[in-house]
């Protein structure tokens, strides 16, 4: 069928006024034909682009037609879900059924998604300011309801619960949804690992629904707009393609554990870890923590050590340019190995040969990926998601002027290039802690001030990801040359 040439009539009832559907330059059009007093009519349409259209499902039983999109809002904020249903006449019926299949080709199979995810919805309770069981009954399940995904809702009730389910579970899921921030995510993925054929278990994708404090990984893969926007992260779950991601290792005490996003010491492990009691204030507390972390200036008491694969700034820029102009590359999966058993560790903590050591004292070490570590602060804007590499950035102990004038640049990215900041691509790092008083936080999670050491497993994890790239415009020094 030539979707461009048909046009779906539908009353909604009989008081209501009647709605055209049709399809014009990959959007879907709904046009209102209201009723106006005085005998009067008038016709007004929106263009809803093919992305946001969850569902167009025909009954051929009683000839109902339900249509279901996110609309943008007005002015900045995010779409809302609209469901419509209605009548159609009985002699438009064929076509319509026809019709509806045709959009739905071109929403999901012609796109190469799946419709109709069966997924697995964790909603954790407590995760940021508590609002995570409204957000999931308010926006999330209406809208993966109205996309007709089947759920499997759990709301757990303790910290490891999603851990201990992921990690016996049947692999029958098209995704793990998370309703809260970067701690569940942190909690599936490390049950996942323990699943007994980690491997494959990793392969289920991961789509998390911004009901955190900080929620990184949302800002990541939805970008700074949408990154708080249940519904945008709703439709990622619904629509987003899976999109391979590095992951760490993190080897403390002879213990592994899985890391996805960041790892922090000093300043900026103190800024989140010691304001959990203001978790009322959302992701403000950060910002507090910042400042009464730059007014101490306290040395970080740790010593870095990294196993670099590039210190030029410039080249890293350019290299997360060059990437990020082509969304979902070609990526591999995890590189082969056992299904039953993670990758091995390739580095040993007595390794000292092509590790570099820094001697400097620093206010904070920060590790990871993805650019964004919250909205105040893109710590990584040249960080990819598959390019083998954990991006190390060490601040040194220079002065709280300097400290101060970069964090005003940090949604930005643009601290990256403040000379002094030490920025490494690495294999892998280890740190050395010089004190028995210090924070260490894993993906927004407290561990052990103790040493470690973390290396990069590439394509290992899989997320959910409606662009195929972190979501960041940072751009090389050099980008006018290389348009040229
Ligand atoms: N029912 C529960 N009771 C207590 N803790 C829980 C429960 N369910 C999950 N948790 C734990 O809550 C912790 C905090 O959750 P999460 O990190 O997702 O939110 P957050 O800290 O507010 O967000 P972010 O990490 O993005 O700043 C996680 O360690 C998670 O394992």
Redesign the pocket.
């Known amino acids: 069928m030539n979707l461009n040439n048909a046009h779906i009539l539908v009353r909604l009832s009989p008081s209501h006024h009647a709605l055209t559907f049709s399809w014009l330059d990959d959007a879907l059009v709904v046009t209102h034909d209201i009723d106006k007093a005085k005998g009067s009519r008038q016709s007004k349409s929106h263009h809803i682009p093919r992305e946001h259209v969850l569902r167009v499902a025909f009954d051929s039983k009683n000839g109902t037609l339900t249509v279901a999109y996110l609309r943008p809002k007005k002015k900045k904020k995010g779409p809302h879900l609209v469901v419509l249903n209605g009548v159609v006449q009985e002699d438009a019926w064929e076509a319509t059924a026809t019709w509806a299949q045709s959009v739905m080709k071109v929403v999901y199979d012609d796109n190469g998604i799946k419709p109709f995810r069966r997924l697995l919805v964790?909603v954790?309770?407590?995760?940021?300011?508590g609002n995570g069981v409204s957000i999931f009954n308010k926006i999330v399940q209406p809208t993966l309801q109205a996309a007709g995904c089947s759920l499997k809702v759990v709301?757990?009730?303790?910290?490891?619960?999603?851990?201990d389910i992921v990690k016996t579970m049947e692999l029958e899921y098209d995704a793990i949804v998370?309703v809260?921030?970067?701690?569940?995510?942190?909690?599936v993925l490390n049950g996942l690992a323990q699943h007994p054929t980690p491997v494959k278990a990793l392969g289920t994708p991961v789509a998390p629904i911004?009901?955190?404090?900080?929620?990184?990984?949302a800002l990541n893969l939805l970008g700074i707009k949408h990154g708080f926007d249940p519904a945008m992260a709703s439709l990622n779950a619904v629509k987003g393609k899976p999109m391979r991601t590095d992951l760490f290792s993190l080897v403390q005490d002879g213990k592994r554990s899985i890391s996805f996003m960041s790892q922090s010491l000093g300043l900026m492990a103190d800024l989140?870890l010691e304001t959990?009691h203001l978790?009322w204030m959302g992701?403000t507390r950060f910002m507090y923590g910042f400042l009464r972390g730059v007014l101490a200036f306290e040395p970080c008491p740790v010593q870095l050590s990294v196993k670099i694969a590039e210190k030029d700034k410039d080249k890293m820029a350019e290299a997360a340019y060059a990437r990020n102009q082509t969304p979902f590359p070609s990526s591999k999966d995890a590189e082969a190995g056992s299904p039953s058993a993670l990758p091995s560790l390739k580095y040993l903590p007595d390794d000292e040969e092509g590790w570099y050591t820094l001697e400097e004292p620093v206010l904070f070490v920060y590790a990871g990926q993805g650019p964004y570590v919250?909205r105040d602060y893109m710590a990584f804007p040249v960080s990819l998601p598959d390019d083998g590499l954990v991006d190390v950035l060490a601040m040194p102990l220079s002065s709280r002027k300097d400290t101060l004038s970069n964090i005003t640049t940090g949604p930005s990215g643009e601290s990256f290039w403040f000379p002094k900041l030490h920025y490494f691509k690495a294999y892998a790092y280890r740190v050395k802690t010089l004190s028995n008083k210090g924070n260490l936080s894993v993906?927004?999670?407290r561990f052990p001030f103790k040493e470690y050491q973390v290396e990069v497993h590439p394509r290992l994890g899989t997320l959910l990801s409606l662009h195929g790239r972190y979501v960041t415009d940072f751009k090389p020094r050099t980008v006018e040359n290389l348009k040229a």
């Open positions: 964790f954790n309770p407590h995760g940021g300011s709301h757990t009730d303790r910290q490891g619960h999603a851990l998370t809260s921030g970067d701690g569940l995510v942190h909690e911004p009901a955190g404090s900080g929620n990184g990984l989140d959990e978790r992701d919250g993906d927004g999670e």
